[in-house]
């Protein structure tokens, strides 16, 4: 009698997650090419031919400049939603998440101080994980935060609790917070907050698999006008 092949896990190489992620990859790396060159013919064509404002010219000219920055915005955003989908245990090592938010606010710092935002942080602890992914869950989480500000300056409060073998991770913002009904819709891909028309609709999706990934969870508690806090776990190290 032959043996049962064993189960495939997420990260195998023949898993449909994998085939999938590789799949997305390939495609935003070949879209990536043809997009910049469309972008950049626009661009010249619409600064040597100086059409006149307001003209159809300029109109089309325009819409092709925006067109092909959203397409790359999206492909940029499936090629993050991929390599989460990548994420093995065999690539987790014990990470700080002190070092890890640091990495994240050198990326954002010129956002940050064009709003004049704040992020407040408790000591936050040691982790078992991939420090690119979690590096990249704290980009995402920042700029959601930026993103969905008030009119208040943006403050953003990261805190940590110890529960058994896990951290219970929170990042609080004081931003325009979430009504319930879109509480669990907005960790699906490609949806938006009502009257949302940046990004495309993928950070808090690529958050929730890059926590899954890590055997997490991630949910959201919030009050409109009052901000959101989006709460995730995440294996102690050692």
């Not at 013919?41 to 159809?56: C, D, M, N, Q, Y």
């Not at 499936?78 to 606010?105: G, H, K, M, N």
């Not at 805190?159 to 960790?187: C, H, M, P, S, Y």
């Not at 899954?212 to 806090?229: C, L, N």
Request: charge should be positive.
């Amino acid at each position: 009698m032959s043996a049962e092949k064993p189960p495939e896990s997420p990260g195998s190489p023949e898993s449909p997650e994998r085939t999938l992620s590789e799949f997305l990859l390939r495609a935003c790396h070949d879209l990536k090419s043809p997009l910049r060159s469309i972008r950049t013919s626009a661009e010249i064509l619409k600064r040597e031919s100086v059409p006149s404002p307001g003209s159809t010219t300029e109109k089309h000219l325009a819409f092709i400049v925006d067109g092909t920055r959203k397409i790359d915005m999206l492909a940029t955003a499936l090629t993050s939603y991929s390599l989460a989908l990548q994420i093995e245990a065999s690539s987790f090592t014990p990470v700080s998440l002190d070092v890890v938010l640091r990495s994240a606010l050198a990326r954002l710092n010129p956002e940050m101080r064009e709003q004049n935002a704040r992020v407040i942080a408790s000591d936050l602890p040691r982790v078992n994980g991939n420090s690119d992914r979690l590096a990249h869950l704290f980009d995402l989480l920042l700029r959601n935060a930026l993103r969905h500000r008030s009119d208040r300056t943006p403050e953003i409060r990261i805190t940590a609790q110890k529960e058994n073998d896990r951290w219970l991770i929170g990042v609080q913002d004081n931003g325009v917070g979430i009504e319930a009904a879109w509480l669990e819709r907005i960790f699906r891909p490609f949806v938006r907050l009502r009257g949302g028309t940046e990004g495309a609709g993928l950070s808090l999706a690529t958050c929730r698999i890059i926590i899954e990934r890590h055997g997490g969870r991630i949910w959201v508690e919030s009050t409109p006008d009052q901000g959101s806090r989006f709460c995730f776990t995440l294996p102690a190290a050692g």
